[in-house]
């Protein structure tokens, strides 16, 4: 027998109590709304220890990062998919031109999103992604962090020390 | 005996009750918050009593997603696979991140066994490994180790400033030291928060990004997990991502939560699929449900017990509520005094977020497991004291004397605790 069918044997003979998968369509629609989406966005990501910034039609995305940090020696620049409004992250998938450590390995990281690609929650986060396998993705709030010692907040344990969101309209 | 230092006792108390607060408000904040914890619940107890169909089906898509899956009924198997792949691809330097199965079946003294470089890649676990040390909490690894100490062990370790203890300053030197690591592994290794049997992929939740920066670099990743990681679908990550970061420290999200399916561009990607004793959990009537727990270490949080005695003071290397029920499904015989960590105040299970049944599990473990020849003893004695008034009478009139007695022996349990003042007794009638 390999393990495999010693594992299933074991989960056969268990003969567990059969439970029905739930219905979360009731949760899913009375789950907290936001009037705003682009308004909750940007507070819950400089809650998470994020900077947010709305472009203007035509304004350039590499000076708009620039003023975001403007200390940073080199900043990466990368397109996210959509951004969640209840927690201010932002979903990614393998970026095109550079590595996938480019997300991690940058000391200041700046992902920009369309403006209109907000959802208000994971249910809806999920909903738009739907049951299809897509490789990789990632959702990222805010910078690195750590509280490991004592507790103490500290950004840039292993990641980007500082993270920006540009909305373009 | 050793000495209890009173000040680190109260200190953890105080934090982990922070932590607490934190998940409170953001669970207020939510009017769907007891909607939310139901719904895990419900998918876990759906997930577990289907775990056949799911771990197929997973399985079936990994391997179409281009990851090799390998299965390990027990420690020793889980071990056996992880140690063979590192070494038939000649992996020297190894990095992984928190991994609490890595823990129960005792991953790294077996691969440093085989001469493979490990390396803990989470903060809290660094600590605690050139500690030689082992995790006092599950989420919050090195909560008991005071930054003085940090300071001084990065002294030694990575050449930081002597006296130096500042938080920052220490974090970003641990960061510049395990960057070397990253970029010298020949292999990754993580463990998951989820599996998602809809996609074949595993989800993996973590703040400080060193999951990301490790699989991001070497040719190898390994994901492994419990068979009861697996959930049917992304759908029910939509429930899981709201409250595991809630209730684990107090935030809307993790940092990263990430999905991996295909191997990256040029690299390999292993998944192994361990029971290690779940399956024998899914056959017993009274402790099913601990298959639901997310090991977000919120039990422990809000543990009045837990919070002030440490993950040391318990013999499994889960502690707290969750651990004291795990160690009684991993070997009943060695960790049942544990039972006694609990004052039964079922904070934990109004807490768990995937309603876990943690104090009911406890009581009935006490049931089987904490009688012993001298508490049935004691039982006998008070049963027959107190079926007499007169016999109950005596002995509360003899009760002050005895308490001078035990203070002047100067009884162990009863150090920093103030011993009652016993009244007279008022003489009843029958």
């Given amino acids: ?19 029905e998968k739930p219905d979360l369509s009731a949760l899913k629609r009375d789950s907290l709304r936001y009037d705003n989406l682009q308004e ?130 | 005996m050793k000495k209890i230092d009173y000040a680190k006792v109260d200190w953890q108390d105080e934090t982990l009750w922070l932590v607490r607060g934190k998940r409170d408000r953001l669970a207020k904040a939510l009017p769907e918050w007891e909607a939310l914890r139901d719904a895990a619940s419900r998918i876990k107890l759906y997930s577990n009593s289907h775990l056949p169909e799911l771990l197929e089906q997973f399985e079936t898509r990994a391997i179409a997603n281009g990851a090799v899956v390998h299965w390990a009924k027990d420690a020793a198997e889980y071990r056996q696979i992880i140690g063979d792949l590192l070494t038939s691809h000649g992996v020297r330097h190894f990095v992984k991140s928190k991994s609490m ?65 500042d938080p920052t300053y220490l974090t970003h030197a641990a960061r510049r030291n395990l960057r070397e690591h990253f970029l010298h592994a020949d292999a990754a290794m993580t463990g998951a928060n989820f599996a998602v049997a809809s996609t074949g992929e595993i989800v993996v939740c973590t703040n400080e990004g060193n999951a990301d920066m490790g699989t991001s670099i070497p040719p190898l990743q390994i994901a492994a997990f419990g068979i009861d990681k697996i959930v049917p679908d992304r759908e029910s990550l939509g429930v899981f991502t709201r409250l595991l970061a809630r209730t684990a420290t107090g935030q809307p999200i993790t940092t990263y939560t990430t999905h991996y399916s295909a191997p990256r561009k040029g690299s390999e990607f292993h998944i192994v699929i361990v029971d290690n004793g779940r399956s024998s959990i899914l056959a017993d ?49 060695k960790h049942k005094g544990n039972l006694s960590a609990c004052t039964l105040c079922h904070s934990c299970s109004v807490l768990c977020p995937a309603k876990v049944d943690l104090a009911d599990q406890i009581y009935r473990s006490r049931q089987h497991y904490a009688t012993s020849a001298r508490k049935k003893l004691i039982s006998k004695g008070m049963t027959f004291v107190m079926n007499e008034p007169w016999r109950l009478n005596a002995a509360l009139g003899v009760a002050p004397l005895g308490m001078r007695v035990l203070k002047g022996l100067g009884f162990s349990w009863g150090k920093g605790r103030a011993f009652p003042d016993i009244p007279s007794p008022k003489k009843t009638k029958r």
Avoid: W
Wanted: aromatic share 8%; hydrophobic share 40%.
């Fill in chain 2, 285 to 333: 009537r009274e402790h099913f449900r601990l298959l639901n727990c997310l090991r977000c270490g919120g039990c422990m949080n809000t543990c009045p017990v837990y919070r002030r005695i440490g993950g040391y003071a318990y013999s499994y290397f889960i502690p707290g509520p969750v651990g004291i029920n795990l160690g009684m499904q991993a070997d009943p015989k």
């Fill in chain 2, 101 to 165: 199965l890595s823990e129960e079946c005792g991953l790294r003294p077996y691969l440093e066994s085989l001469g493979i470089e490990t390396v803990e890649t989470d903060l809290g676990e660094r600590i605690i490994q050139l500690l030689g040390s082992r995790p006092s909490h599950i989420v919050l690894p090195a909560i008991h180790v005071k930054r003085e100490e940090v300071g001084a062990l990065f002294e030694k370790e990575m050449g930081t400033e002597p006296g130096n203890s």
């Fill in chain 1, 1 to 19: 027998m390999t393990s495999k069918e010693s594992i299933f044997e074991a989960l056969r003979s268990a003969k567990p109590e059969i439970f």
């Fill in chain 1, 40 to 169: 909750q966005f940007c507070k819950a990501l400089e809650g998470s220890g994020g900077k947010a910034h709305v472009l203007e039609p035509g304004e350039d995305v590499t000076a708009a990062a620039r003023a975001l940090f403007p200390d940073a020696e080199e900043i990466s620049v990368v397109e996210g998919l959509f951004g969640v409004a209840e927690n201010g992250c932002v979903y990614l998938e393998e970026p095109r031109d550079v590595p996938r450590v480019t997300y991690f390995i940058s000391d200041v990281l700046v992902m920009v999103i369309p403006a209109a690609a907000l959802v208000a929650n994971m249910h809806d986060a999920y909903d738009r992604l739907g049951e299809e396998a897509r490789g990789y993705g990632i959702f990222i709030s805010g910078p690195s962090k750590t509280a490991d010692i004592e507790q103490a907040l500290v950004f840039g344990a292993h990641g980007a020390r500082s993270v920006g969101v540009l909305l373009r309209p």
